[in-house]
């Protein structure tokens, strides 16, 4: 059994490594969002993407050791509901240590997901604020109408503006 504590304790350190590292560039994002870069946004988006297949694989790995071991250890328990709590009754002198890893892991995870809510809110205000110059923008354009020297209407704008419509 202690093979399946170690095999744990390896996923869940390289998780806590990979979301630190996402937390990073998450702060990068904000600052990136700040400035209005967007190619930096992007750079960093993609860069975390990279991140999260990683996990992905990480916690692939995790279901499959789980489910190697849950034959022997948990028979009536389905996969999804084993915990850390569950794998720390496995081995007493590893409980603390893998109970240890799952609350620095959720923690920031945690953090994380507060730092995500703020950027999506900052984009959100950008937006809006984008949106209402852009408003302010359409409205000073002013049109003049008037006659030819035919006699036929002309309809001409003052201070053309072009807009790109597509978002």
């Known amino acids: 059994m202690t093979n399946l504590i170690i095999a744990i304790k390896r996923v869940l350190g390289e998780e806590i490594s990979i979301f630190k590292q996402l937390y990073m560039l998450e702060e990068d994002k904000s600052k990136a969002i700040i400035k209005k870069d967007g190619k930096a946004l992007e750079s960093i988006s993609s860069s975390q993407e990279k991140f999260i297949k990683a996990i992905e694989l990480l916690e692939l790995n ?12 948990w028979p009536d328990v389905t996969s999804k509901d084993i915990s850390l709590k569950n794998l720390s009754c496995v081995d007493e002198n590893s409980s603390n240590c893998i109970l240890e890893k799952g609350k620095e892991l959720k923690k920031i995870i945690q953090m994380m997901k507060s730092l995500q809510e703020t950027n999506q809110r900052m984009i959100k205000d950008n937006l809006e604020f984008f949106n209402i110059s852009l408003l302010e923008l359409k409205q000073s354009i002013i049109l003049k109408n008037g006659y030819d020297e035919k006699g036929i209407e002309k309809t001409c704008i003052e201070d053309p503006l072009l807009f790109n419509q597509i978002i």
């Open 62 to 73: 995790r279901i499959s050791i789980i489910e190697e071991y849950k034959p022997i250890l």
